[in-house]
C-alpha cells in the first residue's frame, strides 16, 4: 500500500509550509518506500509515498491529466484500470499506471465515476480550473483514509492519522463506499450494493457459481509488476486463495513475467495449528513454503510499534496485529511487496463460531451485513496497516466487489450452520469439493475454523494477559474510569494497550477513531442477544464460542450428511461434484 496525505484550501502558500507538508508525508515512508512525490497549486498539496507494484518506471505520483490541470494521489489497485481506458478513446495516457484512469475519468464523466472503479483504492483529486476537490474511498475500506479540519478550514486527507493529529483541529474515519466533494461541502454514499440495505435476499445456492466467481477475484488481484506471495495459514480462506492461486497463475501477465513459481508464508509459536495446517496445505500445492516462529516475548516486545502503526488501542485489532506485523517483516525481507490474504470470509459467510447460535437466517444475514459494515474498524484496519509498517500490500478476494454481491445475495436460509448441523461456511467448502481435481485435501477443506490470535498458537493470549497484569495495579483499575472516562478498559490488557496509545495520541479525535462496542467471540453487540450467559464475559476472543462448535457437530446425524459427490440444488440450481456437509 501506498500513503497518500492531501491539504487542501490551505491559507498558508509558503515554502516553510510545503516543507512541513513534506515532512508530515514522510511520516507514511513505511506505506510506500519507493519514492515521494508532491503537487502543489497555490494553497493545495498533495503528497504520496510510493510502494512500487504496478509500472515500476513511469508510475510516480501525482498524477495527471493531459494538460496536468487534474491531479491525483492514490492508494491501491484499480484492476480494471485496461479496461476504463478503452471507455477513454480521447484521452492520452502518459504512464501505464492502474490509477491514473482516475483523472481521465474525472475529465470524461465528472464525480460519477466512482462507481466504474473495480479495486481497492483511496485517493485524493484536485482541479486546478475551479479549485475543487473530490475525495473517495474504496467499498469495504481495505485502504484505510482519514479527513480532517485546520483552524484556518484547511482539509486534511491522510492514509494514517499520525500525519495530521497534530495540525489538525478534529479529524475522523473517512467512511467506506463514500465521497467528499468540495463542491457540495459534504459526503455521499457512491456504494449502494442490495445487501447494505439489509434486507433478505432470496437467490439460490449455485456452488458453480459462487466457485467461479471467487476464482475471478482471485485471479483479478494477480495484477502486478514485482513478486508476490500468499499467507497461509492452513485454513479454509487462506487455503482456497492458495489453491486458486497455484491452479491458474500460469494462465496470468504476471505467471509469465514473473514465473509460477508461489511464496506462501505462515507465522505462529512453537507447535501452533497454524504452522502444522499451513505446511501440510504448502506441501500439497507444491509452494515454497515460509515458517517463521515467533516466542510470546518476541510480541510483547512489539506491541508499542504495533499501536503505533495501526493506531488504534481496540483488543482484539492489537492481539492479531502482532504476528501479521511480525510475519509482514519477515515476508519483506524476502523481496516480496504484495500478498494475498483470507480477510472477509467470516463476515460475507457468517464463519464465525457463534454464528452456529443463529437463531434464523434472518437474523444471521443481518448480523453478517453489520459484520461487513464494520471490518474497516477491524481487519481491515489490521491487515491494512500492520502489512504496511514494512512496505507489504495485502490484498482480499473475498472482499472483492462482484464477489461480495454474490455472497451475499444468496439465501442466507444455505448459511445457517447450527441450525442445519452444519460446519461453519459449508456452502463454501461444498462448492470446492471437487473430487476430480481437488482444490484441498478434506481434511483441510473441512477444517474447524481458529480465530487469527489463536491458530499462531493457543498460549499466546494467556502471555499477553500476564504482560498486562505484571505492569498494570489493581489502584490503576480501581480508579480506569476517572483516567479515562471515554473507553474505560475492562481488563488490564485493555489498560495497558490504552497507556501506551496515550503517550502516541493524545488528542481526543484520535480517540474517537476507536470502535468501542461490548463483544465476545468477534459478534456484534446486537448478536449478543443470541447468548445471555456472555453478559459478564469481558473476552472478545473466539475462545468463548469453543463449546458452541463442538455442540453442533455432535448433534450431526446420518440424515443431515448429503452423499459424496452430490450437491442439493435449492429450486432448480444446477448440480455439480461436492461432498459431505462437514464432520
Not at 514522510?26 to 512525490?37: E, T
Not at 525481507?333 to 480477510?343: A, D, P, R, T, W
Not at 475492562?490 to 474517537?512: D, G, S, V
Request: proline share 5%; charged share 25%.
Amino acid at each position: 500500500m501506498c500513503g497518500i496525505l492531501a491539504c487542501l484550501w490551505c491559507s498558508d502558500d509558503s515554502s516553510a509550509k510545503r516543507s512541513r507538508i513534506i515532512h508530515l508525508a514522510q511520516r507514511l515512508k513505511h506505506r510506500g518506500p519507493d519514492w515521494i512525490g508532491i503537487f502543489q497549486h497555490k494553497g493545495n498539496y498533495l503528497a504520496h509515498q510510493r510502494l512500487a507494484i504496478v509500472d515500476l518506471t513511469s508510475g510516480d505520483q501525482p498524477l495527471f491529466n493531459e494538460d496536468k490541470t487534474i491531479a491525483v494521489v492514490a492508494n491501491g489497485e484499480i484492476y480494471n484500470h485496461e479496461e476504463l481506458r478503452k471507455k477513454l478513446p480521447n484521452h492520452t495516457f502518459s504512464t501505464n499506471s492502474d490509477c491514473e484512469v482516475i483523472a481521465h475519468l474525472y475529465e470524461e464523466y465528472g464525480e460519477n465515476f466512482v462507481d466504474m472503479l473495480d479495486g481497492i483504492f483511496s485517493f485524493v483529486l484536485y482541479d486546478t480550473r475551479d479549485n475543487h476537490f473530490l475525495v473517495a474511498r474504496d467499498a469495504i475500506g481495505i485502504t484505510s483514509l482519514y479527513i480532517g479540519w485546520g483552524e484556518d478550514a484547511s482539509v486534511w486527507v491522510s492514509s494514517e492519522y499520525k500525519t495530521m493529529h497534530e495540525d489538525c483541529e478534529h479529524f475522523e474515519r473517512f467512511q467506506p463506499g463514500t465521497l467528499y466533494s468540495s463542491r457540495e461541502r459534504g459526503f455521499r454514499r457512491w456504494y449502494n450494493p442490495v445487501w447494505f440495505s439489509e434486507m433478505i435476499p432470496t437467490t439460490p445456492y449455485d456452488p458453480m457459481v459462487l466457485r467461479n466467481a471467487l476464482e475471478k477475484a482471485v485471479v483479478k488481484r494477480l495484477m502486478t509488476d514485482v513478486p508476490f506471495g500468499v499467507l497461509l495459514s492452513g485454513g479454509l480462506d487462506s487455503s482456497l486463495v492458495a489453491s486458486i492461486t497455484s491452479r491458474y497463475l500460469a494462465e496470468t501477465k504476471a505467471g509469465k513475467q514473473l514465473g509460477t513459481t508461489i511464496h506462501s508464508f505462515c507465522i505462529g509459536l512453537e507447535g501452533s495449528p497454524d504452522l502444522k495446517a499451513g505446511r501440510e496445505v504448502a506441501d500439497y500445492l507444491g509452494t515454497v513454503h515460509h515458517e517463521f516462529h515467533f516466542t510470546p516475548q518476541d510480541g510483547i516486545d512489539a506491541i508499542e510499534d504495533v499501536i503505533y502503526h495501526i493506531e488504534s488501542y481496540e483488543l482484539t485489532t492489537v492481539r492479531s496485529s502482532i504476528p501479521t506485523y511480525l510475519i509482514s517483516r519477515k515476508i519483506k525481507s524476502h523481496g516480496i511487496k504484495m500478498v494475498l490474504s483470507g480477510e472477509g470470509s467470516d463476515e460475507i459467510f457468517g464463519g464465525y463460531l457463534y454464528f452456529h447460535k443463529a437463531p434464523n437466517k434472518e437474523e444471521l444475514h443481518q448480523e453478517s451485513c453489520r459484520k461487513i459494515k464494520a471490518l474497516h474498524q477491524y481487519d481491515c484496519l489490521r491487515a491494512n496497516k500492520a502489512t504496511s509498517a514494512w512496505g507489504l500490500e495485502a490484498r482480499f478476494p473475498y472482499l472483492d466487489k462482484e464477489f461480495v454481491s454474490v455472497v451475499m445475495g444468496i439465501d442466507p436460509d444455505n448459511k445457517l450452520s447450527g441450525q442445519k448441523r452444519r460446519i461453519e461456511k459449508w456452502i463454501l467448502r461444498n462448492a470446492f469439493d471437487d473430487k476430480e481435481r481437488p482444490y484441498l485435501p478434506q481434511h483441510i477443506l473441512w477444517r474447524q475454523k481458529e480465530q487469527m490470535s489463536d491458530g499462531v498458537g493457543y498460549n499466546w493470549i494467556d502471555a499477553l494477559k500476564a504482560h498486562a497484569a505484571s505492569h498494570v495495579t489493581d489502584t490503576m483499575m480501581l480508579n480506569a474510569a476517572r483516567t479515562y472516562p471515554l473507553h474505560t478498559p475492562p481488563t488490564k490488557e485493555a489498560y495497558l494497550y490504552r497507556m501506551i496509545f496515550e503517550k502516541i495520541f493524545p488528542k481526543q479525535p484520535a480517540r474517537l477513531t476507536i470502535p468501542w462496542e461490548p463483544t465476545v467471540a468477534c459478534c456484534t453487540p446486537k448478536a449478543l442477544s443470541w447468548f445471555p450467559e456472555w453478559s459478564n464475559n469481558m473476552d472478545p476472543s473466539g475462545r468463548a464460542a469453543w463449546g458452541i462448535h463442538n455442540s453442533a457437530n455432535t448433534k450431526l446425524v446420518t440424515s443431515d450428511i448429503v452423499e459424496p459427490n452430490k450437491v442439493e440444488p435449492q429450486n432448480g440450481a444446477a448440480t455439480t461434484n461436492g461432498a459431505t456437509n462437514g464432520h
